[in-house]
């Protein structure tokens, strides 16, 4: 395993950066089998793990905590708050009365006095990016946090959020975690160019976007079930964006039968081969899915292999914007020229 540095931080960390939203109720309840798959990465050389307090509502969390038992010192732990943690109107967001509360239920779940990275899982719209920023560099302060992130932030607001913390004095922004893969490619528009120009370090999820890159669904596939995290729109066989999403998954299997690799070692070879990306987050559920997933990290894709995935999928596309995670607000009726 080839350690890259995480963004300007001085810290190195493995390509493929384990992602822990599996575990739990909301993929594999197994905690012991949970806790294997944990272990297995880390003896294969990964060193980044990423998690979330909302995954299987902190339950993700108290499974790692338990797995990282007398290995937590050899691992970058990172993980993200902003997410509903109940019925409660102020158990979420980005403001300093959460924050503050919601980094000791974290850390009390993953059994340490410290996380090494503590990413915003969203931008907020109605909270002044100087109320999160601040909070955080008070954390950082503590000793509680070593640096802060953001998860799905557009370019427009990476800038904001650097421009803040420098005319503050606040902590940056040393991170951003955007979605991914060959199918969703928005981000080389804007987002990977904004985060290389303030030397931050990209931790992408969903590689095999959501399993579409995995061969699980192919053009005989029915719909795939839907849940919270794969909704209708991204996996509605019948829609026109998702049958050419088919036709690309096609079109890139024969191309990693021609370059002599799996369909996944392509998918996630090609984020990791990105050089404004340090990690890419695999996200197995399973063992088998794990050691499917582990050998991309030795992958290298040879020019003409890049080329024939750009002819399939152009830079800068996402095939069905459904799967983006950009834009939602910025384009909402009461943001629009024309008003609600």
């Not at 050899?74 to 102020?90: Q, R």
């Not at 829609?239 to 690799?261: F, R, Y």
């Not at 695999?282 to 003409?304: F, H, K, N």
Request: charged fraction near 25%; include cysteine; aromatic fraction near 6%.
């Amino acid at each position: 395993m080839h350690y890259r540095p995480l963004g300007r931080t001085g810290v190195r960390v493995s390509p493929l950066c384990l992602g822990t939203m599996m575990f739990g109720p909301w993929g594999n309840a197994d905690e012991a089998d949970s806790i294997r798959v944990i272990h297995r990465a880390l003896d294969a050389g990964i060193n980044f793990v990423d998690t979330a307090d909302v995954y299987s509502a902190g339950e993700s969390e108290r499974i790692l905590g338990k797995a990282l038992k007398g290995r937590r010192d050899d691992v970058v732990l990172a993980t993200k708050f902003f997410m509903p943690m109940g019925d409660e109107p102020n158990h979420r967001g980005g403001s300093r009365r959460w924050i503050i509360r919601e980094v000791e239920d974290s850390l009390r779940r993953l059994d340490t006095d410290h996380l090494d990275l503590y990413q915003v899982h969203r931008p907020s719209q109605d909270t002044d990016v100087e109320e999160t920023l601040s909070a955080l560099t008070d954390l950082v302060h503590q000793g509680k946090v070593r640096y802060i992130g953001s998860s799905s932030y557009a370019a427009s607001q990476i800038v904001e959020a650097q421009w803040v913390a420098r005319e503050r004095h606040l902590q940056r922004f040393v991170t951003e975690q955007p979605p991914y893969s060959i199918l969703v490619r928005g981000i080389e528009q804007d987002v990977l160019p904004a985060a290389q120009r303030h030397g931050m370090g990209i931790l992408s999820y969903s590689p095999l976007a959501g399993g579409w890159l995995s061969g699980r669904w192919r053009k005989d596939s029915a719909s795939s079930p839907t849940s919270s995290a794969r909704p209708p729109a991204r996996f509605d066989m019948n829609s026109p964006a998702n049958q050419q999403k088919l036709v690309a998954v096609e079109q890139l299997a024969l191309v990693a039968e021609e370059a002599g690799i799996t369909l996944i070692d392509l998918a996630i070879a090609f984020v990791v081969n990105h050089p404004a990306v340090t990690s890419a987050i695999i996200g197995p559920r399973t063992m088998e899915q794990l050691e499917s997933q582990l050998s991309s990290a030795d992958v290298t894709l040879a020019d003409d292999v890049l080329d024939r995935i750009d002819q399939i999928v152009a830079p800068g596309v996402t095939i069905n914007p459904d799967d983006n995670s950009y834009g939602e607000a910025e384009l909402a009726p009461v943001a629009r020229r024309r008003g609600a």
